[in-house]
């Protein structure tokens, strides 16, 4: 089997999650969080499916499956938290969700 | 006997517990009529013990009997043990019999009071006490009567719980007997390293081998202990105070029986003394500073009860001549007698005090000679009996006191002049009282408030137990004529050998000066209190002191309780408030600022938690990678 190296496979993985990461501390939208999150998912995804392959086995592959749904699911839950602040008028702002300070 | 013994001892705490018990389903009286009954049980079972003991051979009337090992520690093994002898026999007797006296007399003079089945309960408790004193069989059982004594002291002289002067005297009583109780108790201990018991054969049977040091130690706190009780020098200030209790508590236990317990300690533990003569003589002397000072003192009080409750320190004082210089039976002779016209004396003036809805302040007395005779004459029998004029029963236990001290040498010789003069002073005190309260003309406080007793139930209790006592204080001295007829230092003799032996001419000596001096004291008294033609001697001086009892109570206030409160003060000041409060202050402020630091750190925005676990899982996978 031809190809790059598995080095670049996980410099890509890592880099797309660091990219998530960032988006997630950095943006106030709940929905590029949500979004960002799904990059730093898929950056994992793909550094278990690159270690999947590089061992020639199947777990990795069920993980990033289980992962995916896990994505997807949460997904549905974000989205229906935002659009119950659309509902409500409230500022679609991160940082004004912060009644639980000490 | 030893059933008859065990049944004296335990009757009267049986009726304060079911009286206790009962509460309100026993009437008030019937609680009087139980605890007179319980006593009057005791009494019979003591002359029981009393004459099963006569039978025996005279070496042979000790028996003791153990109903349990009470304590055990190590070697030591402490059993709830009486003795009966003739000593303990001789004031079971008495604590008994007088006790039952007083205890119906007191069925009269309690009635209608609120809380008459709690007086009977305690004056039950007290006999109990008492007699545990008196027949415990090692001086463990001794000590434990002792603390119960002055316990029951306690509760009877603070019966009268809403008065404050009660109050306070029952506290100064309590805390000048633990004094007392603490220093016996030292004692106590340094018999038993020493000796390894407490048992009164095994300790009496070592007492010459202890060394000297010990000796005198242990004659100390046994000393120490017998003060208090007994109101000497310098332990008895709470004596006269002790009359804010019920007229009958004073004649039981501040005249009859329970301020006598040192005179029967110093007789029951004579070894211990004798093998500390010094001791010995020390408590001589202290029964005759004790007997002048008060002596001095009543001459001064014009409260009825305060001026027979200094005669009590002042007889007491005599016992402790006695016993001080050997002559033990003496002592418990003029114990006995003391008993008898000390009781009659309290009794009759609380009949007085009773007549006069209670008053007992004798200057706003007078003329009652007239208006209750029977009281008269047997308040004057216990007078007679009490300055020690013959044929009455102070006569015969009161003159070999005397005389005992006359044939003791130098230091005797001094003892017997301040014996003298006390007899003197005896005189005066007591029948300047007689003549203020029962002579002359009826005052206008008497007109006013004098009702008669009536022929019910109260005043046949008051009234027959003060004649009976008339009797015994008017005739109880003959069971014994010194050097002639001798039954109490006979029956006696087995316990306590006396060290002294006075001749017939000391006795002679001493009884008549005795009686010539006490006639001059009542002279003297008849002069100024009953005819008036006297003028009083006037003494500013002398007056102001005697009327503050020589500052005793304000010099134990200088030297014990100021500093006391000044320390404790102090120490609040400048220890507790900064050091103890400051640090809880300091320690609470501290935890305070530490919480509202931590607060800060919590900011409620999601993104600063996904920093600090994102920047925290770097710093772990940075740490992993580091090391490996």
């Known amino acids: 089997m031809m190809g790059p190296d598995v080095v670049w496979y996980l410099a890509v993985a890592a880099f797309l999650f660091c990219t998530g990461a960032l988006g997630v501390l950095i943006r106030r939208s709940p929905l590029i969080v949500l979004l960002s999150l799904e990059i730093m998912l898929n950056g994992a995804n793909l550094a278990l499916i690159t270690f999947a392959r590089y061992y020639g086995r199947g777990d990795g592959q069920v993980f990033a499956l289980a992962v995916m749904a896990i994505a997807a699911s949460e997904v549905v839950v974000g989205l229906g938290l935002i659009v119950a602040m659309a509902r409500r008028h409230l500022d679609l702002d991160v940082d004004e969700l912060r009644t639980l300070r000490g | ?3 008859a013994a065990w049944i004296c001892l335990l009757t009267p705490l049986g009726a304060a517990l079911a009286i206790t018990l009962a509460g309100g389903r026993l009437s008030r009286r019937g609680a009087g009529f139980v605890a007179s009954a319980s006593v009057l049980v005791s009494f019979v079972a003591a002359v029981v013990t009393f004459a099963l003991l006569l039978g025996d051979k005279p070496e042979e009337r000790a028996h003791a ?27 079971m007797l008495v604590v008994s019999g007088v006790g039952f006296l007083i205890v119906v007399y007191s069925i009269g003079y309690m009635d209608g009071d609120d809380e008459e089945r709690r007086y009977f309960a305690y004056m039950a408790l007290f006999v109990f006490s008492m007699l545990m004193l008196v027949q415990g069989g090692n001086l463990l059982m001794l000590l434990v009567g002792w603390g119960l004594v002055g316990l029951s002291s306690y509760l009877l002289i603070g019966f009268w719980h809403e008065r404050p002067d009660a109050i306070a005297a029952a506290k100064k009583a309590f805390v000048m007997n633990a004094v007392g109780d603490a220093t016996m108790a030292l004692a106590l201990f340094l018999l038993i390293q020493k000796t390894g018991s407490l048992n009164y054969e095994i300790v009496f049977f070592q007492a010459n081998s202890l060394s000297s040091w010990t000796a005198n130690l242990v004659a100390l706190g046994l000393l120490g202990g017998a003060v208090a009780k007994s109101a ?61 000072i008060a002596g001095l003192i009543a001459l001064v009080q014009t409260d009825i009860k305060r001026v027979i409750a200094y005669s009590t320190m002042s007889q007491i004082g005599y016992m402790f001549l006695a016993a001080g210089l050997g002559a033990y039976a003496n002592a418990m002779f003029h114990l006995m007698t003391h008993a008898f016209f000390k009781a009659l004396l309290f ?104 009702h008669k007793l009536k022929q019910d139930l109260v005043g046949v209790s008051l009234e027959v137990p003060v004649g009976v006592l008339a009797v015994l204080a008017a005739f109880g001295g003959w069971i ?141 996978t940075i740490v992993f990678v580091a090391v490996r």
């Open chain 2, 232 to 292: 000497q020098l310098p332990l008895q200030t709470w004596l006269p105070d002790a009359m804010e209790g019920p007229t009958p508590v004073s004649a039981l236990i501040h005249a009859a029986t329970m301020v006598t317990a040192g005179v029967y300690l110093i007789v029951r533990t004579n070894p211990l003394f004798e093998a500390a003569p010094k001791v010995l003589e020390l408590s001589a002397g202290l029964g005759a500073a004790t007997l002048l």
């Open chain 2, 65 to 91: 009997s153990t109903l349990w090992s009470w304590l055990t520690a190590g070697q030591l093994d402490f059993g709830l043990r009486i003795l009966v002898d003739p000593l303990s026999t001789f004031m």
């Open chain 2, 347 to 450: 009794m009759a003036a609380g009949i007085v005090i009773h007549a006069l809805t209670g008053e007992q302040d004798m200057r706003k007395m007078g003329g009652l000679r007239r208006l209750m005779p029977r009281t008269y004459w047997a308040f004057l029998i216990g007078a007679l009996a009490l300055t020690g004029m013959p044929p009455f029963s102070g006569f015969f236990s009161k003159d070999p006191i005397l005389a005992a001290a006359l044939a003791s040498g130098w230091y005797g010789e001094i003892l017997w002049v301040a014996g003298m003069i006390g007899a003197f002073l005896t005189g005066v005190y007591t029948f300047r009282m007689v003549f203020m309260v029962f002579w002359g003309e009826p005052s206008a406080f008497v007109r006013e408030h004098f």
């Open chain 2, 480 to 620: 014994q004529f010194a050097n002639l007829w001798t039954p109490i230092t006979d029956w006696l003799e087995p316990v306590a050998r006396p060290l002294v032996e006075a001749t017939g001419t000391q006795e002679a000596v001493s009884s008549v000066l005795a009686v010539l001096l006490g006639l001059a004291g009542i002279g003297v008294a008849w002069a100024i209190y009953a005819v008036h033609r006297a003028e009083r001697p006037r003494v500013p001086w002398a007056q102001t002191l005697l009327e503050h009892k020589f500052y005793f109570d304000e010099l134990y206030d200088f030297v014990f309780y100021r500093p006391a409160v000044f320390l404790a003060v102090a120490l609040g000041n400048y220890v507790e408030r900064p050091l103890v409060f400051g640090s809880v202050r300091e320690l609470a402020e501290g935890v305070r600022e530490l919480g509202s630091g931590t607060r800060r750190i919590q900011t409620g925005l999601v993104r600063t938690y996904a920093l600090a676990i994102a920047a925290s899982l770097a710093v772990v």
């Open chain 2, 1 to 3: 006997m030893i059933a």
